[in-house]
């Protein structure tokens, strides 16, 4: 039993742990600082984008720099935990996290925001990975359900809710708010941690700097890839060319050289296990199909139907609440009584019905017709989550738990990329596609055409009349790409199904299992 189990050693005589919900707290309260940052921030780019008088490529480096940093340093937690131990590990990170925090806020230009931002990622990158180990180390098989469930409530509704608590910020401070606010969060996360984890000894581990290099330069390049590639026509770009070629060109290396060596960045050993494997499949198509429809949702209710910022952000309410509500049902109550992998089924059903949902909406849909799909996808979030956490980890041992939390939360982050990256682009493409089909089959003359335009004083033959019809058919193009590409992001949630019949099922609570020391 290793030390960073402090709940598991205060067991009972009978057997029965004694659950420590401070721990869960801390790790809860640690979680959010990362999740919720992954998605507040985004509702503020249009402001940060006018008070530094930025292009609209340079503001999405703002975003980029974050999650490049993130991504490429999160397989490094199991090496970096075992060399420095979790404690100290939890800690830095925190305090990096933090740091950076307050030193976006007081950015001054896209230059010092970006470097900052990358800061941000690189410390925030172990947070969820580390919290994610700690918890599974502290209870036994049949009381992690219920600490999954409450750190599924801060990982899930955290970034539901971020582009609602983001939006308030920005009305009524400024945009730099959004930054600030993670300093309270940080402070009570870190007295809790300091409380609540004993110290480790500190071990000599061997690194693989030419493994290190060729991640870092894959996972930059990929995410280069997936976030100019729309802006830059794709593969028309020769800097989208030449990013993807090196992305490919360096992870096929990576993979190769991993599987060969016995220490890597990444053990790929882990990944023999079968339920461990299908569950990183299963949570990046996931990211594709909760993180490309929310991704794009602000700017369908913003940008096309006209909300405002605040209404645009009232819109995740009760998505989060949803989310919240099932997590709290599925780790209290569900967990002890179905099998995880029915949950697992009946969370994508939800998730993939509520984004297909949002496909039948039309230009005239009102609050409620936008957030009853949100309700479904977030009782969904909520009835996935949980059991997918307890089937990805059944059969990890604990020294390969941070490790495995690390590759589990690259895959999380790589399908929320891909997912954005992905819907993105087909509102593009679709709109571009659906405006040529439509712009072809009417004209001014059309008697439908002509009857709409009389009451506003047109005739076919105003100099109006040719602008009007292009802003009324572009209206319709945009309004299809993206019923489009939320029936993809819906679809993309069915297509995990059949993942879980991959999975083994869990062993019975009783016998602790390999996890539960």
Do not use: C
Not at 92 to 116: D, H, K, N, P, Y
Not at 206 to 222: T, Y
Not at 387 to 401: D, G, H, R, Y
């Amino acid at each position: 039993m290793t030390a960073a189990a402090p709940a598991a050693a205060a067991a009972s005589q009978d057997g029965e742990p004694q659950v420590r919900w401070t721990v869960v707290l801390a790790v809860v309260l640690t979680a959010v600082l990362e999740v919720l940052d992954s998605t507040i921030v985004n509702v503020a780019l249009p402001h940060i984008k006018a008070s530094f008088g930025i292009t609209s490529d340079q503001t999405v480096w703002i975003v980029t720099s974050y999650i490049v940093a993130s991504v490429a340093v999160m397989p490094l937690t199991g090496l970096l935990s075992r060399r420095y131990g979790r404690r100290r590990l939890i800690i830095t990170a925190i305090l990096g996290f933090a740091a950076f925090s307050m030193l976006g806020g007081l950015a001054s230009s896209i230059e010092t925001m970006v470097a900052f931002r990358l800061g941000q990622g690189f410390f925030g990158a172990f947070l969820i990975p580390l919290s994610q180990s700690i918890l599974f180390q502290s209870f036994s098989r049949e009381n992690r359900g219920k600490a999954m469930a409450m750190f599924g409530l801060g990982v899930v509704v955290a970034p539901v809710l971020g582009p609602t608590i983001g939006a308030l910020l920005t009305e009524h401070f400024s945009w730099r708010a959004v930054f600030y606010v993670n300093l309270p969060i940080a402070g009570f996360a870190l007295a809790m941690i300091m409380g609540e984890l004993p110290r480790e000894d500190i071990r000599e581990v061997r690194v693989d700097w030419m493994g290190l290099g060729l991640m870092v330069v894959a996972i930059g390049a990929l995410q280069m890839t997936l976030d100019l590639g729309e802006s830059r026509g794709w593969f028309d770009s020769r800097l989208i060319q030449v990013a993807a070629l090196v992305a490919l060109i360096t992870s096929v290396t990576f993979v190769v050289r991993g599987w060969s060596l016995r220490e890597n960045i990444i053990d790929f050993a882990i990944l023999r296990d079968r339920s461990f494997a299908a569950a990183n499949v299963a949570i990046m198509g996931f990211g594709v199909a909760m993180f490309g429809s929310i991704a794009i949702l602000p700017l369908f209710v913003q940008g096309l139907l006209g909300y405002p910022i605040l209404d645009a952000g009232y819109l995740f309410m009760p998505r989060g609440v949803a989310a919240g509500f099932s997590m709290v049902i599925t780790g209290a109550v569900l967990s002890r009584k179905l099998d995880p992998r029915f949950m697992m089924i009946v969370g994508l059903l939800l998730t993939g019905t509520g984004n297909i949902m949002l496909s039948w909406l039309n230009l005239d849909a009102g609050f409620w017709d936008l957030s009853w799909p949100g309700v479904v996808s977030g009782l969904g979030m909520g009835l996935f989550f949980v059991p997918m956490s307890t089937l990805a980890f059944q059969n990890v041992t604990s020294e390969k738990q941070d490790e495995a939390s690390g590759l589990y939360g690259v895959t999380r982050s790589l399908g929320s990329s891909v997912g954005i990256a992905i819907i993105g682009w087909q509102v593009a493409r679709r709109t571009s596609l659906h405006y040529a089909t439509l712009i072809g089959g009417v004209t001014v003359f059309d008697r439908p055409f002509a009857a709409w335009l009389a009451p506003q004083g047109l005739t076919p033959q105003s100099p109006a009349a040719a602008a009007r019809l292009a802003e009324v058919v572009s209206q319709q193009a945009t309004m299809m790409a993206f019923q489009d590409a939320f029936l993809l992001s819906g679809i993309a949630a069915f297509a995990m199904i059949p993942l879980a019949f991959a999975m083994q099922k869990p062993m019975a609570a009783a016998g602790g299992g390999a996890m539960a020391h």
